[in-house]
Nanobody, 127 residues
Framework: QVQLVESGGGLVQAGGSLRLSCTASGRTSFSRYAMGWFRQAPGKEREFVAGITWSGDSTHYADSVKGRFTISRDYAKNTVYLQMNSLKPEDTAVYYC???????????????????WGQGTQVTVSS
């Protein structure tokens, strides 16, 4: 089984920064799978935010966060990060990390291509 645990959420003013972490444990085979970050705001569907390939050589972002958010991964720590800068009130959501369900592929942007999910961490951006 694979466990994903997010951390780093909190309350920040608009224009501020946060860094989210997601650590994988269990039979994760972390280095073989793309990892993604999604978010879900109240009353809205969960949406793709960012993803990184299994090799770490390619990243993908939602248009709404391009230039502000950066995804990265540390293989030694089985951890994926989401650095969030220039935060806006519309970034307020619960953020989830997820592991893709197919090894050695690119970054999926749809939820059904991810097999394992964390419990989520709340990010609140005040205006």
């Amino acid at each position: 089984q694979v466990q994903l645990v997010e951390s780093g959420g909190g309350l920040v003013q608009a224009g501020g920064s946060l860094r989210l972490s997601c650590t994988a444990s269990g039979r994760t085979s972390f280095s073989r799978y793309a990892m993604g970050w999604f978010r879900q705001a109240p009353g809205k569907e969960r949406e793709f935010v960012a993803g990184i390939t299994w090799s770490g050589d390619s990243t993908h972002y939602a248009d709404s966060v391009k230039g502000r958010f950066t995804i990265s991964r540390d293989y030694a720590k089985n951890t994926v990060y989401l650095q969030m800068n220039s935060l806006k009130p519309e970034d307020t959501a619960v953020y989830y990390c997820a592991r893709s369900n197919t090894a050695f592929t690119g970054v999926p942007s749809t939820q059904d291509n991810y097999a394992y999910w964390g419990q989520g961490t709340q990010v609140t951006v005040s205006s």
